[in-house]
């Protein structure tokens, strides 16, 4: 970078919260394979691995918002 050039701010909303979903989606299935490995019933694989989805999930886009609150 040349000392005259202007810091841009890249912005792209869509490919965070893409990022976002998927790490969730990871953690629900890891959550889900590791519940079923306990020999689980079927509904408390699904709301272990719901729970999870939606833990991180909402973690992720409360981190996500607050970063891009400051920047």
């Known amino acids: 970078m040349s000392a005259n050039s202007t810091h841009q701010t890249c912005n792209h909303p869509a490919r965070d919260i893409t990022i976002v979903a998927l790490v969730s989606g990871v953690a629900c299935l890891g ?24 833990a991180v999930l909402s973690a992720g886009m409360n981190i996500l918002s607050h970063i891009k609150r400051d920047a």
């Open 31 to 54: 959550t889900a394979v590791t519940t079923m490995a306990f020999n689980a019933s079927p509904l408390a694989t699904l709301t272990g691995s719901g729970g999870a989805f939606i």
